[in-house]
């Protein structure tokens, strides 16, 4: 069992940064697909971005403004997102799982096993 913690979220203006992190508790994150994603009121939930051994991926709407990295030592994920636009505007959450596949459709929710209980971005124009 994984439990993930998301924060860091908050209110901005267009334009404006936030860095979400989400701190887990469980395994070793060797081997592991790690996902960022976002859900919309009345939209699907979809990722934004992912990383799997070093390798990250980004969702075409946010590549070049938002960055995942990884902190192993504190099992800690970053998103830093930057030039924020009201479309960025959703609950984010972190998700992790061990199957490989998973990475080849990192974009696709149901390919994760655990997910944390999301925090609001809301950004304003």
């Known amino acids: 069992q994984v439990q993930l913690v998301e924060s860091g979220g908050g209110s901005v203006q267009t334009g404006g940064s936030l860095r979400l992190s989400c701190a887990a508790d469980?395994?070793?994150?060797?081997?592991?697909?790690i996902g960022w994603f976002r859900q919309a009121p009345g939209k699907e939930r979809r990722g934004v971005a992912a990383?799997?051994?070093?390798?990250?991926r980004y969702d075409a709407a946010v590549r070049g403004r938002f960055t995942i990295s990884l902190d192993p030592a504190k099992r800690t994920v970053f998103l830093e997102m930057n030039s924020l636009i009201p479309e960025d505007t959703a609950v984010y959450y972190c998700?992790?799982?061990?199957?490989?596949?998973?990475?080849?459709?990192?974009?696709?929710?149901?390919?994760?096993?655990?997910w944390g209980q999301g925090t609001q971005v809301t950004v304003s124009s």
């Open positions: 998700a992790v799982d061990s199957r490989d596949s998973t990475w080849y459709a990192w974009y696709r929710p149901e390919g994760y096993q655990f």
């Open positions: 469980g395994p070793s994150w060797q081997k592991t697909v």
């Open positions: 990383t799997y051994n070093g390798t990250p």
